[in-house]
């Protein structure tokens, strides 16, 4: 019984290379839309234009679309309700799967769908999430456009006639490449699609192919955004000294990690229960983002503006402090009740707020220790994400790379991995399974894993019927049917295995000749000569057997120093059905 393992072919490669030019150019594609929005709904309608982190380009600047500034500040209350209805009518109406923040979708399609998602979804997330981002909601890049890449990839996966395993496996590259694309970050988008379908197990299979594919959807898209890192960060020199003070923050970010997915919870249960019409949910969120907005510009879209700002050490103590908790709630209130965007930006600005207010605190009780509080922005950005999203190595990967500073990576992994501890089991992911043997992808390596552990002697039963090889057949007809059995292994006078016998077998013999016709006269012996078990052989033996002949039971024989087989049990299918339910629970 051969498992199908993921093999990378000359065809998966292949593909793998159509997934990092997809991701690339549908990266491509929901940037501008997304750019564009932004001006539409915030700059021409509102007249605020919101702070952009340096890596980030604004299209409408390069085209000469400059800021107009003719809207009314209090239009802000309003913007985020309109990107919310005109978002919840195409979600609600063309696609319902792409509600929410998309890599849930993708990890709920991987586990529990066979990879399976439609193509639709690609061209609704992305003017959904465009709509909902550019018109303030609080929500990122992520969720959309791994969930984008990963239907369009689902859709050429069945044209190209890959098998459920490989389909599973290309929808995490996508996912991967898409992240890697758009936040710069190859090597820990590549991670993202390793650690991201479990809270405490990798997917290793997908590395190899998600790594090619993500520096290939990272070209595609840096070639028209530019190299440039989304961040940037003044040089930093690690000291030892401040790795107390970093594992602190990671303390600080694991126990807010916690707030924000309980939070993020409790908001969607409620939208959840209200009874109106789903097109309408996203247009309350987007009010209330709205109504927040007024007072806190700081929490509409993506916010990757005012990170750097925090890096700079630009923003009061006390504005980072409040931040914090608004960010939580608007992007609760902009995802929780519909609204199509992706969580890890916020999550990034969340944290961002939180290494930036500690920082500032450090700063002043330990002048000569910390000698840059901006550092704790950027340490705060990746330990928040770790504990909020269980993706620990994803986390410290993809702040390195879109910083360009890879000496932040010993802060990083020590504040990253006590966030991951401290957050507790619940995720902002939540169809992530705790391990690989929980999902059903899994299930055919896990039976073949079990069968292999599993020996003949655990479960073989010493109850058996056997068929004396000079019995006529209407002898053997009667003792098979009245022991209600199938099949049943014939010895000789010794007791020595000499083949099997069916209910079939007989069947296929005229009636009239049942008393005259021997048994063993029917028994094809040297084609079932090695249709045996012993007992230190595993149960993958004994059922590849019985699937090899389509019978139901398999002798169990004991071999003596002559080489004679002796008949001394057997083993049914519904043995086996038996020991794998309670090796596999």
Same mark, same amino acid.
């Given at each position: 019984m051969p498992i199908k393992r993921f093999l990378i072919t000359r065809k998966i490669l292949l593909f793998t290379v159509l997934v990092g030019i997809v991701s690339g150019l549908s *990266?491509?594609?929901?940037?501008?839309?997304?750019?564009?929005?932004?001006?539409?709904?915030? @700059?021409?309608?509102?007249?605020?234009? !919101?702070?952009?982190?340096?890596?980030e380009v604004s299209l409408m600047d390069v085209f000469g679309f400059e800021f107009l500034g003719f809207g009314w500040s209090w239009v802000i209350a309003l913007v985020p309700a309109i990107g919310g209805l005109i978002s919840g009518f195409l979600v609600y109406r063309y696609a319902p799967e792409a509600e929410g923040h998309g890599t849930d979708a993708v990890i709920h399609a991987v586990h529990s769908l066979?990879?399976?998602?439609?193509?639709?979804?690609?061209?609704?997330? !992305?003017?959904?999430?465009?709509? !909902?981002?550019?018109?303030?909601?609080?929500?990122?890049?992520?969720?959309?456009?791994?969930?984008?890449?990963?239907?369009?990839?689902?859709?050429?996966?069945?044209?190209?006639?890959? !098998? @459920?395993?490989?389909? @599973?496996?290309?929808?995490?590259?996508?996912a991967a490449a898409g992240i890697g694309s758009i936040f710069k970050s190859p090597i820990g988008g590549a991670l993202f699609g390793v650690e991201v379908p479990y809270k405490k197990d990798y997917e290793a299979d997908v590395f190899v192919p998600a790594l090619i594919a993500s520096f290939i959807g990272y070209t595609i898209f840096c070639l028209f955004a530019g190299w440039q890192p989304i961040f940037r960060t003044p040089p930093y020199t690690f000291s030892p000294y401040e790795l107390p003070l970093f594992a602190l923050l990671g303390l600080i970010c694991g126990i807010l990690a916690r707030l924000y997915v309980e939070t993020f919870y409790a908001v969607?249960?409620?939208?959840?229960?209200?009874?109106?019409?789903?097109?309408?949910?996203?247009?309350?969120?987007?009010?209330?983002?709205? #109504?927040?907005?007024?007072?806190?510009?700081q929490v509409l879209s993506s916010g990757y503006g005012w990170v750097q700002i925090a890096i700079y050490g630009k923003l009061a103590i006390e504005l980072m402090i409040i931040l914090i908790f608004m960010k939580i709630l608007a992007t609760s209130l902009t995802i929780g009740s519909g609204g199509s965007g992706g969580v890890f930006a916020p999550s990034v600005v969340i944290g961002a707020m939180i290494g930036?207010?500690?920082?500032?605190?450090?700063?002043? #009780?330990?002048?000569?220790?910390?000698?840059? *509080?901006?550092?704790?922005?950027?340490?705060?950005?990746a330990s928040f994400f770790a504990g909020?999203?269980?993706v620990p190595l994803t986390a410290i990967i993809i702040i390195a790379e879109m910083t360009g500073d890879y000496n932040l990576l010993p802060a990083a992994i020590l504040a990253s991995m006590i966030s991951y501890v401290i957050s507790g089991e619940r995720s902002i992911y939540e169809s992530q399974l705790e391990y690989r043997e929980e999902s059903p992808i899994h299930l055919p390596e896990i039976i073949d894993s079990a069968l292999e552990r599993i020996l003949v002697k655990e479960i073989a039963s010493p109850d058996f019927i056997a068929i004396k090889h000079g019995e006529n057949l209407k002898n053997v007809y009667r003792t098979l049917t009245g022991k209600g059995a199938v099949v049943a292994p014939v010895v000789d006078e010794e007791g020595s295995y000499k083949g099997v016998v069916s209910v079939y077998d007989v069947l296929r013999v005229p009636e009239d000749k049942w008393g005259s016709l021997k048994v063993s006269e029917i028994v094809n012996a040297e084609q079932f000569e090695q249709f045996f078990v012993t007992l230190d052989?595993?149960?993958?033996? *004994?059922?590849?057997?019985?699937?090899?002949?389509?019978?139901?039971?398999?002798?169990?024989?004991?071999?003596?120093?002559e080489g004679k087989k002796k008949v001394i049990g057997c083993i049914k299918h519904e043995d086996i059905i038996k020991a794998l339910y309670y090796k596999t629970k």
């Open positions: *990266a491509i594609v929901f940037y501008v839309l997304l750019d564009f929005f932004k001006w539409l709904f915030l @700059e021409v309608l509102a007249g605020y234009k !919101t702070p952009s982190a340096p890596g066979k990879g399976f998602m439609r193509g639709r979804v690609a061209v609704v997330k !992305t003017f959904a999430s465009a709509v !909902t981002i550019g018109s303030g909601g609080s929500a990122g890049r992520e969720g959309p456009i791994a969930q984008i890449s990963s239907s369009v990839i689902s859709v050429l996966a069945r044209k190209f006639n890959l !098998t @459920e395993k490989e389909r @599973e496996i290309m929808v995490l590259v996508a969607r249960n409620i939208f959840r229960r209200m009874r109106i019409k789903n097109y309408y949910k996203p247009a309350i969120g987007g009010l209330l983002v709205g #109504l927040l907005g007024l007072i806190f510009p930036g207010s500690i920082g500032l605190i450090f700063s002043r #009780l330990f002048p000569n220790i910390v000698c840059d *509080a901006g550092v704790f922005v950027i340490i705060g950005m909020a999203a269980k052989d595993s149960l993958k033996k *004994a059922i590849s057997l019985m699937l090899e002949k389509r019978i139901p039971r398999v002798p169990v024989v004991k071999i003596d120093e």
